[in-house]
């Protein structure tokens, strides 16, 4: 998935002004901040968001995201809000050998097994802290936004296997090979984070409650259903092509 590098711009992402369209181009509405203190790259809203005391409704320790006791949490809360889930086809790749049904003198369909093993690759989010395997990363933090859709993904494994062995024929003067596509799902959504308002003390002047938003994409295999204890198979579609010789 191709990702996109956000310049360094200082803006402000508002909640009511993000907006997600399908495929890997994201377009964000954009506006100028009047004060200072709300402008945020999003690598720095997803730092705030990784480093949150509640993510995703649960309440977090500082160990969660590799800190230490004296580091503190950088926002009162993050959650993702999905906006849009769907399923598509990916690109479909050449995954056997030819088979040729070419000698001159044959007569009769040629049978021959077709096997192949296809590793489909894990999604990755738009940001360093949504890649797949990062430690305390918030990767892993996507996971229950996929539990409530049918083709759920394991987002603990870095790759899916699709595979099959058949027995087909192959028709005298035809040369066949198997093609493979596999199933892709799409989450769309937004990293929403919130510091709350302070109503400040003696040493401390009050500040009010803050928001700040960053987009997301994540993509990866739909996994078919499997028996307990075995990891799940990449879904997708098999075809025979047939050519002359």
């Known amino acids: ?52 005391s509640v993510l995703n409704g649960k309440q977090q320790s500082v160990s969660d995201f590799g800190g230490a006791f004296a580091d503190g949490f950088e926002s009162d809360n993050c959650d993702f809000v999905e906006t849009k889930f769907e399923t598509f086809d990916g690109p479909t790749e050449k995954v056997t050998v030819d088979f040729p049904n070419c000698e001159p003198n ?84 937004e990293w929403r984070v919130r510091i709350d308002a302070d109503p400040g003390s003696f040493a401390v002047n009050p500040s009010p409650e803050k928001n700040f938003v960053a987009p997301e994409v994540v993509e990866g295999p739909v996994i078919l259903e499997s028996a307990a204890g075995t990891p799940g198979l990449a879904d997708g579609t098999t075809k025979v092509v047939l050519e002359d010789c």
């Open 1 to 52: 998935m191709a990702k996109r590098r956000f310049k360094n711009k200082k803006v402000r992402y508002l909640a009511i002004g993000a907006s997600l369209v399908t495929g890997t181009t994201v377009v964000t509405v954009l506006l100028p901040s009047a004060n200072a203190a709300d402008e945020e790259t999003p690598e720095r809203i997803m730092r705030m968001c990784e480093r949150a």
């Open 106 to 189: 044959a007569t009769e369909p040629s049978k021959v097994t077709t096997e192949f093993s296809k590793s489909v690759g894990q999604g990755q989010g738009l940001y360093t802290v949504t890649q797949q395997g990062a430690l305390g990363g918030l990767f892993g933090a996507l996971g229950g936004s996929w539990v409530k859709h049918k083709a759920t993904l394991d987002m603990t494994i870095n790759s899916a296997t699709a595979s099959e062995s058949e027995t087909r024929e192959v028709p005298v003067g035809k040369v066949m090979h198997v093609t493979f596509t596999p199933k892709i799902q799409r989450m769309t959504g």
